[in-house]
């Protein structure tokens, strides 16, 4: 099992990484969902139990994940719900001759975001 967070808020992927709570002192990423400054305790405590790997994700990344969603599947999702296939799309030659499963969840995004993912 893969985490994904955004690389903008990445506290945490680095409490993971370094085996102890922490936080950030800021979060400034537009996937409202992975916006964590200070993660807490029982979350990180299933995530340092379960996690084989974590990988962060760009902004950018995220919304390019939004418009292939959206295009490829007829699928709606915000930036968090759309993080697992940036995160794929990263890993993919990794991930080649593995089954990957994916949680597509979270959508949560305004018109007015939808015309800014839309427009790069």
Known sequence: ????????APSIYESWRQHRRGETESAETFAEGLATR?????P????WDDLD???LVSDTEM??????LLEKTHNLAEGAGAAALAAAIKLRNRLVDHRVGLILSG??????QLRWVLAE
């Not at 200070?38 to 029982?42: A, H, N, T, V, Y």
């Not at 919304?63 to 292939?68: F, Q, T």
């Open 1 to 8: 099992m893969i985490g994904v967070q955004a690389e903008a």
């Open 38 to 42: 200070s993660p807490f305790d029982l």
């Open 44 to 47: 990180l405590q299933i995530l």
């Open 53 to 55: 790997d974590f990988v």
């Open 63 to 68: 919304r390019a994940s939004i418009r292939i």
């Open 107 to 112: 959508g949560n995004l305004s018109t007015e």
